[in-house]
């Protein structure tokens, strides 16, 4: 039951910690017109949506998996 407990208070840190994250996403940001993961051109429509990003959805849905695997969640 604790481990149980520990693990949603760990994802629950987690997903706080990406809110916080996103809040203080600079809106004025140049995005990159490649992604720094593929080299493949980033879709405008994902460098408006998101600004200053620099990896396609692909690559950074892929690096936030990564992450998430080596935190244990």
């Given amino acids: 039951m604790a481990e149980l407990i520990d693990e949603a208070n760990e994802r629950a840190e987690f997903n706080i910690s990406i809110a916080i994250a996103n809040a203080r996403i600079n ?17 405008e ?3 408006v949506a998101v600004p200053g990003c620099t990896m396609c ?8 998996l ?8």
Avoid: F, M, W
């Fill in 27 to 43: 809106h004025d940001a140049v995005s990159a017109t490649h992604c720094k993961g593929c080299g493949e051109p980033i879709p």
């Fill in 45 to 47: 429509k994902r460098r």
């Fill in 57 to 64: 959805a692909y690559c950074k849905s892929d690096a936030e």
């Fill in 66 to 73: 990564k992450l998430k695997q080596e935190r244990g969640l």
